[in-house]
């Protein structure tokens, strides 16, 4: 459960103007051992790719489907794949 995975998902819902990156990131860091960035996208989803293990990406996507999270959430489409790399931290695009 520990190796290390690349999660990409697109969050639809009310979730551009209302923080939603800024607080993606804040828990990505509160989790610990994340990297990667949350990016609005223009037909309004905002696109969360992170890297680090299994776990990790799982907790951050277990928030994005169930947590508080700022605006409305309607739904998540993920794909899980292998890192890539090229991250330093958690970003916002």
Known sequence: MNEEVR???????????????????????????LSGFALNLDDGRVQVVAEGSRARCQQLLDWLLEGDTPGRVDGVTEIWDTPRGGYDSFAIR
Not at 17 to 30: N, S
Request: proline letters at 0%; charged letters at 20%.
């Open 7 to 33: 999660l990409t998902a697109w969050v639809r819902g009310r979730v551009q103007g209302v923080g939603f990156r800024w607080f993606t990131r804040a828990r990505a860091l509160e989790i610990g051992g």
